[in-house]
């Protein structure tokens, strides 16, 4: 079993940052990749970035250049620093990890808010 626990978001004026933590624990092991998604009203949930164990990342288009996702083996803890964020940024957060090739697992989500 794996576990994860996100922190970080919150109400930020368009132009400004957040970071966002998601720490695992269990069976970490197990993890092969770990991502950050996220979900609007009236949206499907989209993925924003991952990183695999080797450290490759990757983004959505939408999010280039302004986020980065980052991995610290020694607190099994993913960041995602958000910069430049805009209000369509605006979502639930979700952390994930992917176990192997097929399971996922899923953070409880943590509310981002930009205004205008």
Do not use: H
């Amino acid at each position: 079993q794996v576990q994860l626990v996100e922190s970080g978001g919150g109400l930020v004026q368009a132009g400004g940052s957040l970071r966002l933590s998601c720490a695992a624990s269990g069976s970490i092991f197990l993890i092969s990749t770990m991502g950050w998604y996220r979900q609007s009203p009236g949206k499907q949930r989209e993925l924003v970035a991952s990183i695999t164990n080797g450290g490759a990342a990757d983004y959505t288009d939408s999010v280039k250049g302004r986020f980065t996702i980052s991995r610290d083996g020694a607190k099994n803890t993913v960041y995602l620093q958000m910069n430049y964020l805009k209000p369509e940024d605006t979502a639930v957060y979700f952390c994930n990890a992917r176990l192997g090739s097929f399971v996922d697992v899923w953070g409880q989500g943590t509310q981002v808010t930009v205004s205008s």
